[in-house]
């Protein structure tokens, strides 16, 4: 076990690697990963140097958004396994010193769970639609939805069921909202939260958790604006960050604080920073996602902004804060970063016309975009606070853009038209290659020869990046993720000191930071986003994101020195 590890609140200093369960590894062929094969690659999960692992949804699920659809939440699909598979899986990640999450969708459940099939079955006016949000509608007859709001996936946020009643659903119709006003709600999530720290979760990671309360009653619903602004916090806003969500939160630390060592929470809250700190309070969660780091285009100023915001965050919250650069919601960084950059306020846009058009619009520089994700993680790594890495990052993975439209899962893409088409978040759940040549055309991702295809395609490139070919190249991007994750420990998580200091002197293209490291030294980790090389600090260069230039810091690249 790490020496983080040790710690009561590991999760503060934490390196977590999110796996996307149907995309990780495939034990019994069925062409979805599943819970054995998260035990099945332990090994490869402890030889990366990580302190826990995160998994996202594998309930039962009808797969409307990728298991963010939940249908029982304690359970496993059985398309990944069995309870028992889970307990096994969890068994293995601890007996290899390693820690377990498991994500919880408390506002909205599938319309497939049983508590939705009751209140369509119980009708208007019973206790069983109260956990949801039903409404009547307009018109006559209800034939009108209660007021205008979108789905955040397109498309109207209100679904009829034919008695003149609708349900609110802010992501797919098949995604019911619940009532949080409702007792029967906090009763169960918190069996819930029980039942797997029960069974060994050490932490949770909270879906849209600035979601949950809702003001659907202080006004009358037509009065509302038809989209309430998710940045835009408080009153004032009935559907996102309302102040007595927080309420459920210090429900739940209770719940946590009944565990030793206490369980933790960090919430996915997309919110403006000056509130997302509430969320990380002590007596909350714990933890709250910063996406900042995520939101950065490649350029030194909106990464420093992104770090100064992200450190001043948590020492208002007083916990640590997170970094981000990937996750299953978003294009792959490589990519991001091998496409022509332009502010962050419009870097979105241009990835998400370049996906739409299948990768054909801008120059996709693979060269580029790999010594820059090298780069950033290095400058990441070297920050107090936990670092959440997301499935394939560590193999260097662009976002696969030319799925075609026909083999799409994700609702983003099937519930847009055309004309405000966007193409979704397949193209970075595309199943892992463990193995370059493999005569069943699915680079390993399925273990029995005779298996059904890879849920979604994965293109030939994917051999370039598949684990035997990085494993055997001490070049590659997994050993130089090995490498940085073993000194982040070893040198500065071991210290427990999270103090971090700016180095001056280097101009406005350079990031350098110093902190405290093992035996007393100090480590500087400087990143030169100019053209010019730049001087190293005296001392020796531990690591290096690319090839010095006769002792300089080219372009692009991170080095750590420590003196
Ligand atoms: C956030 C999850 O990360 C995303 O994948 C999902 O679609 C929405 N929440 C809805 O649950």
Redo the contacts with the bound molecule.
């Keep these: 076990m790490t020496a983080n590890n040790e710690r009561a609140d590991w999760w503060k200093q934490a390196v977590v690697y999110q796996v996307y369960p149907r995309s990780f590894y495939d034990a019994n062929g069925d062409g979805l990963g599943d819970i054995k094969g998260v035990t099945e690659r332990m090994g490869y999960l402890r030889e990366l140097g990580i302190d826990a692992i995160w998994l996202s949804p594998f309930y039962p699920s009808p797969l409307v ?2 298991g ?1 659809d939940v249908a029982d939440y304690r359970d496993v699909d059985p398309r990944l396994g069995t309870l028992e598979d889970f307990d096994a899986m969890c068994a293995a990640a601890h007996e290899a010193g390693m820690k377990v999450v498991v994500d919880i ?1 408390p ?2 459940t599938s319309t497939e769970h049983e508590w939705f099939r009751a209140a369509l079955a119980a009708g208007p006016g019973s206790p069983e639609r109260d956990r949801y949000v039903f409404r009547p509608g307009r018109g006559e007859n209800g034939e009108l939805p209660p007021n205008g709001w979108k789905s955040t996936f397109g498309g109207p946020a209100w679904e009829p069921v034919g008695d003149g009643e609708w349900y609110l659903h802010l ?1 797919a119709v098949e ?1 019911a909202d619940l009532n949080w006003g409702n007792p029967d709600v906090h009763e169960d999530f918190k069996k819930t939260l029980r039942f797997w720290s029960d069974r060994g979760a050490d932490g949770f990671r909270i ?2 958790a600035h979601a949950l309360a809702k003001d659907l009653d202080s006004r009358p619903l037509a009065d509302w604006p038809d989209d309430p602004d998710q940045g835009e916090p408080g009153d004032d806003n009935p559907l996102w960050d309302r102040p007595e969500v927080h309420e459920i939160y210090r429900e739940w630390r209770q719940v946590f604080n009944e565990y030793e060592p206490a369980r933790f929470a960090v919430a ?1 809250a997309w919110v403006v920073p000056e509130h997302q700190w509430m969320y990380a309070s002590p007596d909350e969660l714990g933890q709250v996602f910063n996406f900042q780091l995520s939101n950065a285009a490649w350029f030194a100023d909106e990464f420093r902004t992104a770090i100064e915001k992200g450190l001043a965050a948590a020492e208002q919250s007083g916990s640590t804060t997170t970094w981000v650069l990937s ?3 978003m294009p792959r960084h490589p990519t991001r970063f091998a496409l022509p950059q332009v502010r962050s306020s419009v870097h979105h846009q241009l990835v998400t016309d370049w996906l739409l058009r299948d990768g054909r619009t801008y120059h996709e520089d693979r060269e580029l975009g790999t010594r820059r994700a090298r780069a950033a993680l290095l400058m990441e790594l070297g920050l107090p606070g936990s670092v959440y890495l997301y499935q394939g990052e560590e193999l260097g993975l662009f976002e696969v853009a030319d799925i075609p439209w026909g083999a799409l899962e994700d609702p983003q893409a099937l519930m847009t038209t055309h004309g405000d088409a966007i193409k979704g ?1 397949d193209g970075c759940r595309v199943p892992l290659p463990w193995r370059a040549v493999d005569e069943s055309g699915d680079f390993g991702f399925s273990a029995p020869v005779e298996h059904e295809a890879a849920h979604l395609p994965q293109p030939e490139w994917f051999a370039q990046f598949a684990v035997d070919v990085e494993e055997a190249n001490t070049a590659s991007m997994l050993w130089f993720y090995r490498r940085a994750l073993g000194m982040r420990s070893e040198l500065l998580t071991a210290t427990g000191d999270t103090s971090l200091a700016w180095a001056g002197g280097y101009g406005d293209q350079v990031i350098a930071y110093e902190r405290p490291c093992a035996g007393g030294r100090t480590l500087t980790s400087v990143t030169n986003f100019g053209e010019g090389p730049v001087a190293l600090p005296a001392g020796e260069v531990v690591l290096c994101s690319s090839e010095l230039l006769a002792g300089r810091l080219p372009q692009d690249a991170t080095a750590w020195v420590v003196r």
Aim: hydrophobic share 20%.
């Design positions: 958004d990728g963010y969708v506002n909205h992501f995604q879906d849209v996915e996750n299953h919601d978040r």
